[in-house]
């Protein structure tokens, strides 16, 4: 069979709308937020619906052809040449069981509308910073949310997994399930998540925002904010980034242009607690910005304020067993000559102690991950970025493994050995027979691609 979606197809067999290479629409459904690279299917189905999703895999299936998923685009590791793509954009449905803190969210569903949607019942999900970011495409990463060190990973509380795998079929996984355990954590390689059930906490408001310190603060801001994390509980969870703003006027003053320390902070406990807690930090020095307060829930996008429009972007990660005195300086040396954006999260707490459904998320006892952020240029090819590499080296005494959420970019920096840095040898091993089980001919190769075991 080729590789391509030349073969008949009858697009009645689809609720939803079916596109090629040419066709009005084309375009715009391949868009996504990753702009530095973009899907190049020979056939996009724009699922409606769990059974537009099967019937698109059954599809691929006869004709031998590799299947990618989009719902956002954010997460775009592997862009696909050929093949079929199921767009789960349109299926936006939510349902909200305020008793048993439940929600089904169909494959298309953003953080932003299910934040909006449980709040009304005085509940919130396991979100990540990323109002725009999908949450099937960010749980099956782990997902690594606002009040991780409260709650650990949103995967752990994945109750409910309903996947169309490889042959066609439509299953509905529950913890114990041998696939349970493996597509949450391995975004993808075992078929397309038409729905989860996952469940949601009773989280109406939270403590939070942030603390920015100008560029003469950054290193003593960073050193306050490394030994102040061994000292919080777990009910927060706090990032530190260290970026230039770029002088445009939708960066509003006084942080246009600046080089600065951005202290991002998310506690669920009172003010009264909160302004305590923090007390170190702002005793830093002066803030060109401190807008901690207690907000509702629905506004915790603001804490990390992440861009909301499409850009080109790459990153590198290394999840770190300890944050020291030498590794700050190891950091900021490799860093210093790149522009990039550096973040460094606070883990540790229930992230370490994992849930009963023993998800695909390795390297547990990781306290902190530290991420570094580039703008590919227009001919920035398919090779890893040379400045990843240099930081990674220059990180690699404290280095435990790396985060596969966090790992942004296409080609080389998705390739097999980027991949297994997310996972431990074992883990890798049981995913690669299971996929040699479900997924024998890769037809879900367009990930961060788990080959299937001899
Ligand atoms: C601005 C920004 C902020 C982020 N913040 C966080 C954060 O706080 N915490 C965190 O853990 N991660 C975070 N991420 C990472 C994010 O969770 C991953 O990139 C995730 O893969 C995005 O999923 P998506 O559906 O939005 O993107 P997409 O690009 O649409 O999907 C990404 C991949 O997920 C898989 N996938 C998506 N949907 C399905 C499906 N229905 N079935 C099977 N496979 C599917 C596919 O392999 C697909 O290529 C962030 C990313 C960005 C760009």
């Not at 391949?30 to 190049?40: K, L, M, P, S, V």
């Not at 302004?275 to 002066?286: N, S, W």
């Not at 998800?359 to 306290?367: H, L, P, T």
Request: glycine share 12%.
């Amino acid at each position: 069979m080729g590789n391509t979606a030349e073969q008949i197809i009858d697009t009645t067999a689809f609720t939803g709308p079916v596109f090629r290479p040419g066709d009005t629409g084309y375009d715009a459904e391949i868009a996504g937020f990753q702009a530095a690279y973009t899907h190049r299917p020979a056939l996009v189905v724009g699922a409606v619906h769990a059974e537009d999703v099967r019937s698109a895999v059954e599809y691929a299936a006869r004709h031998g052809l590799p299947v990618a998923v989009q719902a956002t685009g954010h997460g775009l590791s592997v862009a696909a040449a050929g093949g079929v793509l199921i767009s789960t954009r349109r299926m936006t449905d939510i349902r909200i069981d305020p008793e048993a803190r439940i929600a089904r969210v169909a494959a298309g569903v953003r953080a932003g509308a299910l934040v909006e949607a449980a709040a009304q019942y005085g509940l919130a999900p396991l979100n990540g910073s990323s109002p725009s970011v999908g949450v099937v495409g960010y749980s099956l990463g782990g997902g690594l949310g606002l009040l991780a060190r409260q709650f650990g990973y949103a995967g752990d509380h994945v109750r409910i997994i309903e996947l169309v795998t490889a042959d066609g079929r439509v299953r509905m996984l529950t913890p114990g399930d041998e696939l349970f355990g493996a597509v949450l954590g391995s975004g993808g390689n075992f078929g397309v998540v038409t729905a989860l059930e996952l469940e949601l906490v009773p989280i109406a408001t939270v403590y939070g925002g942030q603390v920015v310190f100008d560029a003469p603060l950054v290193e003593q801001a960073l050193e306050a904010w490394k030994d102040w994390t061994a000292t919080v509980p777990e009910e927060l969870t706090s990032t530190v980034t260290v970026l230039t703003f770029p002088p445009i006027p939708q960066v509003p003053e006084p942080l246009r242009g600046r080089y600065v320390a951005s202290i991002r902070i998310a506690y669920n406990g009172s003010a009264e607690e909160g302004e305590r807690l923090v007390a170190p930090l702002r005793a830093v020095g002066d803030r060109l910005k401190d807008d901690l307060r207690v907000m509702p829930y629905t506004e915790s996008h603001t804490i990390h304020s992440d861009p909301d429009h499409p850009h080109a972007y790459a990153a590198t990660n290394a999840l770190l067993g300890e944050f020291t005195g030498e590794t700050l300086s190891a950091l900021l040396t490799a860093t210093e000559p790149i522009q990039a954006v550096v973040d460094i999260r606070h883990l540790g707490g229930a992230l370490r102690r994992g849930g009963p459904a023993g998800i695909a998320v390795d390297n547990r006892d990781a306290e902190y991950v530290v991420r570094v952020i580039t703008m590919p240029g227009p001919d920035a090819g398919d090779a890893v970025p040379a400045e990843h590499a240099v930081v990674r080296a220059a990180l690699a005494p404290w280095t435990v493994g790396h985060s596969l959420n966090f790992l942004y970019g296409a080609g080389a920096a998705a390739d097999e050995a980027q991949t297994r840095g997310g996972y431990t040898p074992d883990t890798y091993a049981r995913l690669s027979a299971l996929k040699a089980k479900y997924d024998p001919r890769n037809m879900f190769r367009f990930n961060r691609n788990i080959e299937p075991a001899d």
